[in-house]
């Protein structure tokens, strides 16, 4: 006997909910915000507009199913399982912090601020809920499959984002490796930069395209669900023992990009999230390249 379908609700805490947490009462964060210009009702209604959204599209998931909440800062701990469904409530950014922990399990975003979020992610109203949950496990429901970038690491260590995917150092730091790509003879660069950024079509919408955008890359940048990556090198310093020939490139299908790492530490980390990064230490080795899974997304 199948289980039924789970509607898993993930959502961050507000600014207000943080603010209050911070200062204790409504009152003592209003005389802070007040003493920096601002009012806490411009923060408050926003908090307003996000619970009213995730109680509407709670009440939308059917009767027959199963429901459970997480926030973001748990999405490391929680276990997601295969009948679930994903239901993200909150900005574009939150889809990608949690598209790492799934496995296949369709997922609908819900935009809570209609017009402060680009809705690249986000593509549906809350009122819009009643009328896609009761279909959004059946076959031939409309799906976008968005490629996904991951990293592994000479030790096993994996990590997976839908943006993009950073290489660098712990803070302000350098950072040194040598750097290469498969299939390209053996040939490696000794490079000295502040990080690599490898990233997708998804990616393309945020910190990719800024850096794309400021190279003034010819590169094209790819489409969400094409099988194809970009990777730029952040800030790359030439010195007598280190090279900046190896800048910019893409990754299409199979192919990856490799790194040996030749300072005392290095992160790894995506889609933004630090406090889920892969560490990495002199002489260890990790490699780049297109995900496998897909996020499938209800359009």
């Known amino acids: 006997m199948s289980l039924a379908p789970r509607a898993v609700l993930v959502h961050r805490t507000t600014e207000y909910e943080e603010l209050v947490a911070r200062h204790g009462t409504h009152g003592q964060a209003a005389y802070f915000l007040r003493s920096r210009g601002r009012d806490i009702e411009e923060v408050a209604e926003r908090h307003r507009r996000n619970r009213r959204a995730l109680a509407e599209v709670s009440a939308a998931i059917p009767l027959t199913w199963r429901q459970t909440q997480v926030e ?31 496995a296949g399990q369709p997922v609908l975003g819900f935009d809570t601020d209609p017009g402060r979020n680009p809705g690249v992610l986000v593509r549906h109203r809350p009122s819009a809920a009643a009328a896609l949950l009761p279909s959004a496990r059946a076959a031939g429901t409309g799906v976008d499959e968005l490629t996904m970038v991951e990293a592994v690491a000479d030790d096993t260590q994996r990590l997976v984002a839908l943006n993009e995917i950073y290489l660098g150092p712990v803070g302000h730091q350098t950072a040194r490796y040598r750097l290469g790509l498969e299939g390209d003879g053996g040939v490696v660069e000794a490079q000295a930069s502040s990080g690599v950024l490898v990233g997708t079509g998804t990616g393309a919408t945020g910190w990719l395209r800024s850096v794309w955008q400021e190279r003034g890359s010819a590169l094209a ?22 090279g900046t020939s190896l800048v910019a490139g893409e990754l299409t299908g199979s192919a990856g990009l490799q790194l040996t790492v030749e300072s005392e530490q290095l992160i790894v980390f995506g889609d933004g999230m630090e406090g889920d990064a892969v560490e990495l230490t002199w002489g260890q080795g990790v490699r780049v390249g297109v995900c496998e899974e897909r996020l499938r997304l209800v359009g």
């Open 72 to 102: 973001r800062a748990d999405l490391d701990r929680f276990l997601f399982a295969p009948e679930d469904v994903v239901l993200v409530v909150g900005q574009d950014g939150l889809v990608a912090n949690v598209a790492k922990y799934l």
């Open 221 to 242: 940048l790819p489409h969400p669900s094409e099988n194809r990556l970009v990777w730029f090198v952040r800030e790359a310093w030439p010195s007598p023992v280190t």
